[in-house]
């Protein structure tokens, strides 16, 4: 290198970098995992070069040839990584010179990092989004599983996290089957890096009449970015990466939260597999379900990360900024923490051991029928507001000794309303009051049995989808 400091920019440079300013500038500590992508992406650049006759068919096979062999180095974790690199994209093409010659200094031609760094990503996120695709869907086929298990099981269903109504297992269960199968939809949808935005250059375009078309196609892409400053300065592919996922977490946060309630001494509706808890290092006598209140806390982060995107976009002139560098630790951190708690999922439900006697007596126990001996008064004429009143007094009488609904007698009914007749008794067996919630959606056990159907199609269209 004649003259500046030994850095590929370095040219009109004269004095080195501080080593604090190296520290700060640097992204090589997390960007590295973007290497396999920036390789398949400076693939496509250099063919694309030789066809359109910048380079010759030997240098792109040089450079080719250097190419395979650093994808080789870093899968292998042999490729040195050194901050002195700044970032993965120097790092690769300080290796290939390294490997090739002066030669792979051709790499770089009609390109910049700017449009280099979100290709990248763009192929980052695409894998991402895949995985994560398989991962939902298989921690819907492992809760449908289970309430399939469950469409017998009668438990209470909770408002305000009091006893409501009684529900079925498959129905509470198929709750979050259904908020998944959104999540798995917006997946699918989100096409925010459909378009290739390889050839916008540093942010005006390049010197050069490059094929942008045929890089798209060989990279899987829908369509070429057509403005230079917007694919260079866009990062809403990003923002609704971790929009989405998210919104995912949010329904594993609320999932993980009832895992851990159930597994209560005080609910005791189910309990979580061993190998998924843990021992305190005073009380002998615990087991914390911890892996259930790590996924519940772990949505946190994908808050904090989307808000923390939001803030380093909001109000950032075009085009590209260094503070787009700062998208990457969020993103990064979120494809982990996502594949992460969605596997621990899929293990927690799957080795879920629910107490159906106990679930059964809680609903019994919690007046859970209530609101059907108010339906039974108001069928037979009362108008629903008095029935309501009627049927919260006989709960009233009965909550002082903690009597069931089942064990009043017709003559302390009859006190309260002259409608009460020996039918009442089997309007509050736990079965029937489940039986009679007929309505689409409800969990009478035939309406139950039609979202298991629905659900076992949409999994199956998931499968075929996502190929898991
Ligand atoms: N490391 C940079 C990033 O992550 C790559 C783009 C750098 N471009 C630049 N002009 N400094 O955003």
């Avoid at 009449?209 to 300065?233: C, I, K, Q, T, W």
């Avoid at 949505?299 to 990360?305: D, K, P, Q, S």
């Avoid at 621990?344 to 919690?366: H, I, N, P, S, W």
């Avoid at 069928?379 to 009965?398: M, W």
């Amino acid at each position: 290198m004649t003259g500046g400091i030994d850095r590929p920019w370095g040219g009109r440079f004269e004095s080195e970098q501080d080593p604090l300013f190296e520290r700060l500038h640097a992204s090589i500590p997390f960007d590295n995992v973007l290497a396999p992508f920036d390789i398949v992406g400076s693939r496509a650049h250099v063919r694309m070069l030789a066809d359109i006759g910048v380079l010759s068919d030997d240098e792109r096979d040089q450079i080719l040839t250097g190419l395979a062999q650093i994808a080789r180095e870093v899968q292998t974790g042999v490729f040195v990584w050194t901050l002195a690199d700044e970032d993965v994209h120097m790092a690769i093409e300080r290796r290939l010179i390294e490997i090739v010659g002066s030669v792979g200094g051709k790499m770089h031609t009609g390109r910049s990092r700017n449009d280099q760094v979100i290709l990248d990503l763009h192929l980052y996120l695409r894998d991402a989004v895949a995985g994560h695709q398989k991962r939902v869907g298989r921690l819907m086929g492992t809760l449908l599983n289970k309430a399939e298990d469950g469409k017998n099981m009668v438990m209470p269903g909770y408002t305000h996290m009091q006893r409501a109504q009684p529900v079925l297992l498959a129905h509470h269960l198929l709750a979050y089957f259904f908020a998944l199968e959104r999540d798995w939809q917006r997946l699918q949808e989100w096409t925010g890096c459909s378009w290739m935005p390889l050839g916008a250059g540093a942010l005006a375009g390049v010197n050069y009449p490059l094929d942008r078309e045929s890089v798209a196609a060989e990279l899987g892409f829908d369509r070429v970015a057509p403005n230079a400053m917007d694919a260079v300065a866009a990062r809403d592919a990003a923002f609704s990466y971790l929009s989405i996922t998210t919104n995912c977490a949010l329904t594993l946060s609320r999932l993980a939260g009832e895992m851990v309630l159930w597994s209560t001494q005080e609910y005791g509706l189910a309990s979580l597999p061993e190998s998924w808890t843990s021992g305190s290092s005073i009380m002998p006598q615990k087991r914390n379900p911890d892996g259930a209140e790590l996924v519940r806390a772990k949505a946190a982060g994908f808050l904090a990360r989307l808000q923390g995107l939001g803030a380093v976009l909001k109000g950032l002139p075009l085009a590209y900024n260094s503070d787009l560098q700062e998208d990457k630790p969020y993103v990064f951190a979120c494809k982990e923490d996502f594949d992460l708690c969605l596997e621990a999922m899929t293990a927690m439900v799957g080795g879920l051991v629910f107490d159906a006697e106990r679930a059964r007596v809680a609903a019994e126990g919690g007046y859970a029928q209530a609101t059907d001996v108010a339906d039974y008064l108001a069928g037979k004429g009362l108008p629903f507001r008095e029935a309501h009143r009627t049927a919260g007094r006989l709960v009233g009488i009965l909550a002082r000794d903690g009597r069931p609904l089942s064990s009043v007698s017709i003559e302390e009914l009859r006190q309260l309303s002259p409608l009460f007749a020996e039918d009442y008794y089997s309007v509050v067996d736990l079965d029937r009051v489940v039986a009679a919630k007929v309505s689409p959606g409800g969990t009478a056990p035939q309406r139950v049995a039609e979202q298991l159907a629905l659900a076992r199609e949409r999994l199956d269209h998931v499968a075929a989808e996502t190929g898991f």
